[in-house]
């Protein structure tokens, strides 16, 4: 049985692996000319670039990162760990690159998949990943000087001399920010909302090894905002019109950050409140009315989803909108659609985990390969998409609940560990980071051994 994978980012490579598994064949397309997704060398991620994830996240469950890795791995750290994946696994048979993907059809019970030729194909896994197409807001006016997404950022060399405005305020923008700061260039940072600028680092701990627990605290929206604010995050501190109210009832949206208030602090970064509403030939200009003088305008304004290999009335079954950066497609479980049978979707949300795109992978396969029957409850399943969709105020996030997403999917896959008081790995299962190694202690492909060895190396 053969099967056609889109994509060899993370999410295709596990795709690949977890087929191989159940004795399928994959076949895995890659239009780029070589694996890694984003953060390959001409991808998304620029040089300078680290996860916003600690290394035991950005982990999938049997390949564990070297024990010098640091604590937040750079862009060819990640790239180097998925060629690693591949060898490891022997992907490489496997792997189409250089192949666009062009068209993908029904044929009967199978897929016609268009690349450089016609081939059909049993099953489909679309892995195509969320960072397909940049977000430019189109706006009037004209700007003489260089403008481009974060996806074509570099290095601060590469830019002309002169101020650089930085849109958008989440990660890439922040941590671009400060890298043009630290690079002694004039930067201001035009935050279309206030986020709390949370630390990486509890007492020298990576921040999301404590928060993404079994044991997490659940927090209403109103005691987020208190608790962050306890912290001295609040933007606030740097510019009084940032500032965030502790006493709001509204979901919080954050950023993990270390260099971004420290380059606040010391005046490098200049934060303006706004959204940018017009070009001039040397300056953006606010919907506040305040005029930006610049040489570089840098977009850090987000991605959309883009399928256009799939049909019209097949994006339909998707409720797919592409203008949606938040939750541009309804899928139960963020990985399978009622409407397109022997087809899934690995890594198709914002904000992947790798343990959540190894147990879709894992899942997809099961199915796909007919060991495990098509989930039931779908439609009530993208009915909750629905509802993330339709939310208002929007969260920050469709799925911020990491922990609860993985662990749903393990349910269905019955690898859910045994997370009873008197089970074997109680502590670190229940104090210790989630991590993609929970879910090799048991049921189907489990291997307890190299499962709690990995849950020993992280802190607990």
Same mark, same amino acid.
């Given at each position: ?136 807001? !189109? @706006? &009037?006016? #004209?700007? =003489? ?8 950022? %570099?290095? $601060?060399?590469?830019?002309? *001399? ?96 270390? !260099? @971004? &208030?420290? #380059?606040? =602090? ?8 706004? %959204?940018? $509403?017009?070009?001039?030939? *040397? ?102 998409? =629905? ?74």
């Amino acid at each position: 049985m053969a099967v056609a994978v889109i994509g060899a980012g993370p999410g295709g490579l596990a795709a690949a692996k977890s087929l191989l598994e159940r004795g399928l064949r994959p076949v895995v397309f890659e239009r780029a000319p070589a694996i890694g997704g984003v953060w390959r060398a001409d991808g998304a991620a620029w040089p300078g670039m680290t996860t916003n994830l600690s290394h035991p996240l950005c982990a999938f469950s049997d390949l564990p990162w070297p024990a010098a890795t640091p604590d937040f791995p750079t862009r060819q750290q990640v790239e180097e760990y998925l060629h690693r994946y591949v060898r490891r696994f022997g992907l490489d048979a496997y792997l189409r690159l250089g192949h666009e993907v062009r068209a993908v059809e029904r044929d009967g019970d199978g897929w016609i998949v268009t690349h450089r030729e016609r081939e059909r194909f049993d099953a489909v896994i679309v892995a195509s990943g969320v960072y397909s197409r940049p977000h430019v807001p !189109r @706006l &009037p006016g #004209r700007f =003489a000087g260089v403008a481009l997404h974060s996806s074509g950022y %570099r290095t $601060a060399a590469e830019l002309p *001399d002169g101020p650089v405005v930085v849109a958008g305020m989440s990660f890439s923008g922040s941590e671009i920010a400060a890298e043009l700061a630290e690079a002694g260039r004039a930067v201001t940072l035009v935050a279309s909302r206030p986020m709390w600028l949370l630390p990486r680092y509890v007492d020298g701990v990576p921040r999301d090894l404590i928060s993404f627990t079994r044991q997490r605290a659940t927090l209403s929206p109103a005691e987020a905002n208190r608790r962050f604010h306890e912290l001295g995050a609040n933007p606030g501190r740097f510019d009084s019109r940032l500032w965030l109210d502790p006493d709001s009832s509204a979901p919080p949206f954050t950023l993990p950050t270390h !260099r @971004l &208030p420290e #380059r606040l =602090a010391d005046g490098s970064v200049r934060l303006e409140p706004g %959204r940018v $509403a017009r070009l001039d030939r *040397d300056a953006v200009v606010l919907d506040t009315g305040v005029r930006l003088p610049c040489a570089t305008v840098l977009w850090c304004t987000g991605y959309h989803v883009d399928l256009p290999f799939l049909s019209a009335p097949d994006r339909s079954a998707l409720g797919f909108e592409p203008d949606d950066l938040l939750q541009p497609l309804l899928l139960h479980r963020c990985t399978f659609a009622p409407g397109l049978p022997r087809m899934a979707f690995v890594g198709l949300y914002r904000g992947p985990f790798f343990a959540v795109l190894e147990l879709q992978a894992r899942w997809a396969a099961a199915v796909l390969s007919g060991a495990q029957a098509p989930p039931s409850g779908m439609r009530e399943g993208v009915a909750a998409e =629905a509802r993330i969709r339709a939310a208002r105020p929007r969260p920050q996030f469709p799925h911020g609940d990491y922990v609860g997403l993985a662990d749903t999917i393990a349910a269905e896959l019955g690898v859910l560990p045994d997370l009873s008081p008197g089970g074997e790995h109680y502590d670190a299962l229940w104090r210790g980071p989630v991590v993609a190694a929970h879910y090799r202690l048991c049921g189907p492909g489990s291997d307890p051994e190299a499962a709690a060895r990995q849950l020993l190396r992280n802190p607990g």
